[in-house]
């Protein structure tokens, strides 16, 4: 079966340090991943969205950065981060049914404080 | 521009009550609708979803109507249980998207469910 692992849970981390959040995926190949945030109170934001390996699409300007550099291994990166970086971090991929979507299947999600 | 709107980010009911989470759409080009539900600190889960070729599908208490000519979805709960406290999003995607675009979903805001013992 199709899982997907997302680390770490929580994160503390000052302004101006690097970030970097790992999603991976298991029993799938060339899935389509996905990174969006939650801000507080907010919906869900996409951040970067990924249709292979090395092949990142970016739907939001901010200092962030994604990178695909294996098959199931998505990662969400930032050399500085922001105050306004705070959130709850998703990693999702993508599952066809048919023609259709079936929809996504999302990790467990990081809580990202900034302080 | 957001195309897929909850305006309600609230709901209250209690339980064995109906639930009835509501959901509009302004791209006409969408033909597929999904609904997640996520706890606190989790990760969004797949609820239902229906497609544009119909306009109701259910799912023991969970049903999801759909009215393309209003471009309005609902969902209803039936009994509502304090259990489905959570939040739903609403979700869309369309045929094109999914072939060129890595077929992303567009997501509401989602609605703050709480059922009352």
């Known amino acids: 079966s199709q899982t997907i692992h997302q680390w770490p849970a929580t994160l503390v981390q000052p302004v101006g340090s690097p970030l970097s959040l790992e999603c991976t995926v298991e029993?799938?190949?060339?899935?389509?991943l996905y990174w969006y945030r939650q801000a507080a109170g907010r919906g869900l934001q996409l951040l970067f969205y990924s249709v292979g390996i090395g092949q990142i699409s970016s739907e939001v300007p901010q200092n962030l950065s994604a990178s695909r550099p294996q098959d199931r291994q998505f990662i969400l990166s930032s050399k500085k981060l922001l105050l306004s970086d705070s959130g709850f971090y998703l990693c999702a991929w993508g599952e066809t049914y048919n023609r259709y979507y079936y929809g996504y299947t999302f990790g467990s999600g990081t809580r990202l404080t900034v302080v | 521009d957001q195309q897929v709107k909850q305006n309600s980010p609230s709901l209250s009911v209690q339980e064995g009550r109906i639930s009835i989470l509501n959901c509009d759409y302004t791209n006409s080009m969408f033909d597929y609708f999904l609904w997640y539900k996520k706890y606190p600190a989790e990760g969004p889960t797949f609820l239902i979803s229906i497609s544009s070729i119909k306009d109701k599908n259910e799912d023991g208490r969970f049903t999801v109507f759909l009215n393309k000519s209003a471009k309005h979805l609902s969902l209803h709960i039936v009994p509502s249980q304090p259990g489905d406290s959570a939040v739903y999003f609403c979700a869309a995607s369309s045929y094109s998207r999914r072939e060129t675009s890595g077929s992303r979903l567009t997501f509401g805001e989602g609605t703050q469910l709480t059922v009352n013992p």
């Open positions: 029993g799938t190949s060339n899935p389509n």
